[in-house]
């Protein structure tokens, strides 16, 4: 197997049985075809738990903590006992201990980690949730576990945490992993493995916009980059099938203090496991 066929399996690729039926609504009805999308667009998928990720979980101390905001729990992964917490924060259809080759090397340094099953992942309650409910849990996990030195995000999770900084999250620096940028492009990419026509992404932008009352743009990491001031570390691989690259570019142009660093034959997950990655971060939080 090539290099970039291992990187394209990486991606998580939608049942047919589901192509098929978006196909069918889209003859059938529009505002059909775009429910069925939000519904699917708001769904994750909650994978089996790697083996590599059994220690983690057998050793953390794990509670559920209620989110009054979104008016739901979400499951606490507290790993170490050290006074010092760093905050991990996993991506879409991941899990609080997706980021478990960073967290055993910050134990190392003295630190302990806080991560989460977002709503609707991993051991936590529900079937739906958007990244405003990832933003939502930060917030209260800072006011109820807090303070964090710093903050770890992959995809979705990095976008979560550039929001949470402009909500008052307070850390000394924070990282972001193959995180995703303009809301819109990540709608209309989802479209796009759906099979609908393009159309359909202005349609769901303003599905969410009408049901939610906000402006899906706002949060879009490079817009929400402008106003945050913590130095921030930018990783991602140039090979990445699920966050194009010009993601972390965009991202970098617009903030005010980061660093950024590009891997190649990473792709979108295997990022979080490579020693050297994990190096990078752990010198740019001790600098």
């Known amino acids: ?61 794990q509670s559920k903590v209620y989110i009054p905001e979104i008016n739901k729990k979400i499951v606490l992964y507290h790993y170490g006992n050290c006074e010092r917490k760093i905050l991990l924060v996993h991506g879409w259809s991941g899990r609080g201990t997706q980021l478990v080759k960073i967290a055993d090397a910050l134990l190392k340094l003295g630190f302990s980690t806080i991560s989460f099953d977002a709503p609707a992942h991993g051991k936590s309650e529900g079937s739906n949730t958007l990244m405003p409910e990832f933003i939502a849990s930060i917030i209260e996990l800072q006011k109820q576990l807090g303070p964090f030195e710093y903050a770890i995000g992959h995809s979705l999770g990095g976008m979560a945490i550039l929001n949470a900084v402009i909500k008052d999250l307070q850390v000394k620096k924070a990282v972001i992993i193959g995180s995703g940028d303009i809301i819109q492009d990540i709608i209309d990419d989802f479209v796009k493995q759906l099979r609908l026509k393009p159309t359909f992404g202005i349609r769901l932008k303003e599905h969410f916009e009408s049901k939610f009352n906000t402006e899906m743009d706002s949060y879009s990491a490079s817009r929400v980059a402008k106003d945050v001031k913590t130095p921030t570390l930018i990783i991602h691989d140039l090979h990445d099938t699920d966050v194009n690259v010009k993601a972390a570019h965009h991202i970098h142009k617009h903030l005010k203090n980061s660093e950024l660093i590009i891997t190649e034959g990473l792709g979108h997950r295997k990022i979080l496991g490579n020693d050297k990655v994990v190096e990078n971060i752990l010198t740019f939080i001790q600098k």
Not at 23 to 45: H, M, V
């Open 1 to 61: 197997m090539t290099k970039n066929k291992e990187l394209h399996a990486q991606s998580l690729k939608i049942p047919r049985i589901i192509l098929i039926t978006a196909k069918l609504l889209e003859l059938i009805s529009q505002k059909l075809a775009t429910l069925f999308a939000a519904k699917l667009f708001t769904t994750p998928i909650k994978h089996k738990l790697p083996k590599r990720e059994h220690e983690m979980d057998k050793n953390s101390v």
